[in-house]
Nanobody, 120 residues
Framework: QVQLVESGGGLVQPGGSLRLSCAASGSDFSSYAMNWYRQAPEKGREWVARISWVENIATYAESVKGRFTTSRDNAKSTVDLQMDRLKPEDTAVYFC?????????????WGQGTQVTVSA
């Protein structure tokens, strides 16, 4: 199992930056792909970014591409989401997710989320 704790959320003005962190505890962090999702009020959960467990390949939703960057440090069992040029529509609760497939079975763990509010 993996336990995840996000931090770094807050209030920021449009055009500003925030850096979210997700600290993992448990086993085999380096074997999990790590995702970031977000959920705005009265909307469904939206996938934001993913970083693979091998070769640290990062992929992004079109809505954040070029503005957000995700990275991981397997030695520290952490994954970060650097968010630049924030827009009001980025306002949401942000969640990190650890994902792993073993013999056709998905193992997926979630953090509790951290609030990001982009407002003047």
């Amino acid at each position: 199992q993996v336990q995840l704790v996000e931090s770094g959320g807050g209030l920021v003005q449009p055009g500003g930056s925030l850096r979210l962190s997700c600290a993992a505890s448990g086993s085999d962090f380096s074997s999990y792909a790590m995702n970031w999702y977000r959920q705005a009020p009265e909307k469904g959960r939206e996938w934001v970014a993913r970083i693979s467990w091998v070769e640290n390949i990062a992929t992004y939703a079109e809505s954040v591409k070029g503005r957000f960057t995700t990275s991981r440090d397997n030695a520290k069992s952490t994954v970060d989401l650097q968010m630049d040029r924030l827009k009001p529509e980025d306002t949401a609760v942000y969640f990190c997710n650890a994902e792993r497939w073993i013999q056709g079975i998905e193992y997926s763990y979630w953090g509790q989320g951290t609030q990001v509010t982009v407002s003047a």
